[in-house]
């Protein structure tokens, strides 16, 4: 079920195959960091078409994630953990047979053990924006980022042949502040069996067609969606929304002065706003200080009424929610609501 693959003959090009190709005995292998995206994908990348290139913005993202990866391992070392870091120039490959038709790739990013206790575990490292790193430590990474968790599950059983709790280390690309999530080992076993459920069809697939180009699989996502704006064969797959990218939403046609305008009015509407809001936050804290310092909630000032408003606020420590309940339990329990805004700078 299991091999690992190391030495220079791992080196090169080891973290820039294609996300999918067939071998000589009729398998198609799937990189594990691509294991959970469209089939639709790996099919054109296992057949030889031509990926787009990634721009400058993806490829400086796509590096500082990499050259971050190390500086994360070396934390977790300075806060008790013991790491053993895969070797850059020749990284530990693993290959696990996860169906008789599909094999799955890749380098796990490190292994490690956790100051106090616990056994050896994968870890995978990811760096995040602070919006994607607030969203994965409040929902977990099962909901946030499920393609981490199905990468560390395939790493583990690749490894070590079991499932075992794995490690999901991340760093705020802004903040430069890291923490990380345990999946415990029973849901990296279901993490690896969904794994295995989205990949059997491409086996079959395979099995049907053979390695034909033409014989395409479904689209497993909607022309729109941020897989497909973000998908190296966008053009192939849905040639005309490789140019207008955008939702079939209805939208009003402001002209580029009416926007302009609008910034303009933002602006000055806020400047004429910040100096009353300044002297109201110095007036308030005078008034707090004068009313902590009389020991009364409630005065009559000026003929007005001032209060001392005393107000609790409950936190939820999301890190340990996460470790309790499986990501089906705390759907129902942590809701996501999403809305859109503009903001100036
Ligand atoms: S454009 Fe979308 S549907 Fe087509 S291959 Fe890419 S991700 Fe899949």
């Not at 990296?188 to 989205?198: D, G, K, N």
Request: aromatic residues 6%.
């Amino acid at each position: 079920m299991k091999e690992t693959v190391n030495g220079p003959g791992a080196q090169a090009g080891a973290y820039d195959r294609p996300s999918a190709s067939f071998d000589r005995e009729g398998h198609i292998e799937v990189r594990a960091s691509a294991a959970m995206s469209c089939r639709r994908a790996l099919w054109y990348a296992a057949t030889g078409h031509e990926p787009a290139p990634p721009d400058e913005a993806s490829l400086t993202v796509l590096e500082t994630g990499r050259s971050l990866e190390p500086v994360v391992l070396r934390a977790m070392q300075r806060a008790g953990w013991e790491v053993a870091p895969t070797d850059a120039n020749s990284p530990m490959g693993v290959v696990l047979q996860l169906t008789p038709i599909v094999k799955v790739t890749g380098h796990p990013d490190a292994t490690g053990t956790p100051p106090l206790f616990g056994g050896e575990a994968v870890i995978e490292v990811k760096t995040r924006g602070p919006a994607a790193f607030r969203r994965w430590q409040t929902l977990g990474a099962e909901r946030s980022h499920p393609d981490s968790v199905a990468q560390a599950a395939l790493y583990t059983y690749g490894l070590f042949g079991e499932a075992r709790d794995a490690v999901i280390a991340t760093m705020d690309t802004a903040e430069r502040a890291w923490d990380h999530e345990v999946i415990p080992a029973e849901r990296v076993e279901r993490a690896l069996e969904r794994t295995r459920e989205w990949l059997a069809p491409l086996g079959a697939h395979h099995a049907t067609h053979g390695a034909n180009p033409e014989a395409l699989p479904d689209r497993d996502f909607e022309a729109g969606s941020w897989r497909c704006n973000s998908c190296p064969f966008l053009a192939t797959c849905l040639p005309g929304d490789a140019e207008e990218t955008g939702t079939d939403e209805e939208r009003p046609e402001v002209s580029d002065e009416e926007a302009r305008q609008a910034v303009a009015a933002y602006v000055s509407a806020r400047e004429a706003l910040r100096e009353p809001e300044g002297a109201k936050r110095q007036a308030l804290g005078t008034l707090k200080a004068w009313m902590r310092h009389q020991g009364s909630a409630k005065a009559e000032l000026a003929d007005h009424t001032v209060s001392l408003v005393r107000s609790t606020r409950y936190a939820v420590d999301h890190k340990r929610l996460n470790a309790l309940l499986d990501a089906e339990t705390r759907k129902e329990i942590v809701t996501e609501q999403t809305s859109e805004s503009v903001r100036i700078n």
